[in-house]
């Protein structure tokens, strides 16, 4: 029987569990007993979670068979939440009703060692563990209380997955369309293909062609290793695997499906490692995989991409907690391996954000200021909360392939030996309200990670022409794909955009972003030159934006390249563009935004209009 989301919400709400079973605790004054139970509340919380969390990617798929794209991006936010929801309800009602959990801390322990013998023979035992310490993390949410992300006893053992997470097509060089129908059914899509036959045969040829470029000849063995289900996010399902050539190594290769008006069919065949990170990307919505095995999920991605951190590939497949485990767990091996300490990061020190990093990391970490400093653009300061408000928004959102996710960590410690003694000084002083010094730690109440980038003026100030060139190219298409997905950064300003190893460029700080549809664009194209009084739009209120005046804010210092931004995205500094944004997303459309090279696409033939006779 499968898994009916409503009934579960009726039977199994937090609110009812916990109500229910916290009402036997007032019978109940012996300290194990009363711990058990708050085992069982917590572990039948999360159990429901995780059911319902497990099934969206099922709906996800049913949508893109259907076409149903609002329901894709509602299906994707609701994934998100469901976490940080659960656990808002739980943590409160399990505060009032055991005040133990608050006042003594050993509790915890007779907690944690009933909640293991619940979960310690579970798959998700640490996702399990997770979200009890997501609990206690919400307990302790107005104290200077380090939490663990993980077990003090270190990772906890698994069992193998219930079902093979791949499976192997052979076959022989050159490849062949039936070998390509074999591995585009893997999906099992119940969708119209508009012509699987011609996509069959232009794939066959378009992989036969990478292979062969890798020194394979006619006749070799190959082996296709495919991930026995459907990657899906937006408009698109992808089929993720590797190429097997005996002697000649082995490759990645991801085949991108879309679903338009005509049916399904293959749009791109991606067969290189630095492709793949366009299309898993911790800058776009999480991919919903119809196979449960997460863990062999994240290992398979990272064995194709091994640039990306582990902990990223976590992410991207939308297992967020077990993603900032893995993170701060990689975070603390490159401090040991390295011997580095932690200062402040390289480019532009923030008005509103402090951001450190260690020379070789993979990451930059960053806290929120008390107040911003003497350079603050935007008037009065809304506080530390609102900003992480922001911070948080990005993550929900569908990022377009645009903007840094953020894994956010709240009450955690990191040894203080750690930090060069310059920088703790700063991030106690300038922001007290969020970092303690507490024993041989430093203490946050929250801290924001991101992965490493070099920020765009740095770059151009040592690129190569043709490097710096791509870069305020790809700086447009960024400030375009943020509009997609309703992101306006009032703050169009170099600094606060980063370039990738694979010279993508991305939004990075947060702190002025909000809705484009709640942006007043205006415009003073028209005004006579020597005109003095003061246009109508000075007196409106809320955010306005001035499309013209663009340039400036930009910060781009080489008269090159402004020309060569003006060349590639005119639209850009026009009113038309941004309005007409704004209206398509107020009707709810959903803008296309392709995530990987336009040159991976499928190449078809147009066939000539045969005239009637």
């Known amino acids: 029987m499968g898994y009916n989301r ?68 509602r299906l994707s936010r609701e994934r998100l939440n469901t976490y940080s929801l659960t656990i808002e309800k739980l943590g409160p009602v399990l505060d009032a009703g055991c005040p133990e959990l608050k006042a003594d801390e050993t509790f915890w322990s007779d907690v944690e060692n009933h909640y293991f013998d619940l979960i310690r023979d579970r798959y998700e035992a640490d996702i399990a563990f997770a979200f009890l310490h997501s609990v206690r993390r919400k307990i302790y949410a107005d104290e200077w209380r380090p939490v663990e992300y993980q077990p003090r006893s270190g990772p906890l053992r698994r069992p193998p997955p219930a079902e093979a997470v791949t499976l192997t097509v052979p076959t022989k060089l050159p490849v062949s369309p039936d070998v390509v129908k074999q591995i585009l059914g893997i999906a099992k899509l119940k969708a119209f293909w508009r012509d699987i036959d011609e996509d069959a045969r232009l794939t066959a ?33 992808y089929l993720v695997g590797r190429i097997a050539v005996p002697g000649r190594g082995v490759h990645p290769l991801t085949i991108a499906l879309l679903n338009e008006v005509k049916g399904v069919f293959v749009d791109a065949v991606l067969t290189d490692s630095d492709d793949l990170q366009y299309v898993f990307s911790s800058t776009l919505a999480n991919l919903h995989v119809t196979s449960p095995s997460y863990h062999e999920l994240a290992q398979f991605l990272f064995s194709l991409m091994p640039k990306r951190p582990l902990g990223l590939h976590y ?121 303690k010094i507490v024993g041989d730690n430093v203490f946050f109440r929250h801290l924001i990670v991101q992965p490493k980038m070099i920020p765009l003026p740095v770059f151009l100030e040592t690129a190569a022409p043709e490097e710096a060139r791509l870069a305020v190219i790809n700086l447009g298409f960024c400030i375009k794909n943020n509009a997609a997905a309703n992101v306006f950064n009032k703050d169009l300003d170099g600094r606060n955009y980063g370039v990738s190893p694979i010279r993508k460029v991305y939004l990075f700080d947060y702190d002025a972003v909000e809705p484009l549809t709640g942006v007043k664009v205006r415009t003073n194209v028209g005004r006579e030159d020597g005109e003095e009084d003061i246009p109508d739009w000075f007196f409106e209120e809320g955010t306005i934006f001035l499309p013209e005046e663009m340039m400036v804010g930009l910060r781009i210092d080489d008269r090159e390249l402004r020309r060569v931004f003006q060349e590639y995205h005119p639209e850009l500094m026009s009113m038309d563009y941004w309005q007409g944004m704004q209206r398509a997303l107020e009707k709810g459309l959903v803008p296309k935004v392709r995530s990987y090279p336009i040159g991976r696409r499928l190449r078809r033939t147009v066939r000539p209009k045969v005239a009637a006779g």
Not at 223 to 236: D, E, H, L, P, S
Request: with cysteine; aromatic share 12%; proline share 2%.
């Open 6 to 73: 409503d009934l579960a919400r009726e039977r199994l709400s937090t609110e009812a569990i916990s109500y229910a079973a916290l009402s036997e605790l007032d019978a109940i004054k012996e300290r194990d007993e009363r711990a058990r139970i708050i085992a069982k509340i917590v572990f039948w919380v999360f159990d429901d979670y995780y059911q319902r969390s497990r099934h969206i990617p099922f709906e996800v798929k049913a949508a893109f068979e259907q076409r149903d794209w609002p329901s894709t991006f």
């Open 205 to 237: 040829e378009m992989l036969t062609k990478a292979i062969e470029a890798r020194g394979a000849v006619a006749g070799d063995e190959v082996r296709f290793i495919m991930v026995n289900a459907g990657f899906y996010r937006n408009r698109g399902c």
């Open 315 to 435: 992410s991207t497949i939308g297992f967020n907690h077990i993603g900032k485990v893995a993170v701060i767990n990689e975070i603390t091996r490159e401090h040991r391996r390295m011997g580095e300490r932690f200062n402040t990061a390289v480019g532009f020190r923030g008005t509103v954000a402090i951001g450190f990093s260690m020379p070789s990391s993979k990451y930059v970490l960053k806290i929120i200021r008390d107040t911003p400093t003497e350079g603050y653009k935007w008037g009065t300061f809304d506080g530390v909360d609102a900003v992480l408000d922001k911070y948080r928004f990005v993550h929900y959102a569908d990022r377009a392939g645009s903007m840094l996710d953020n894994i956010i960590y709240y009450n955690i410690a990191l040894e203080r030996e750690s930090f060069a003694p310059e920088l703790v000084e700063e991030l106690v002083s300038a922001a007290g309200a969020t970092v």
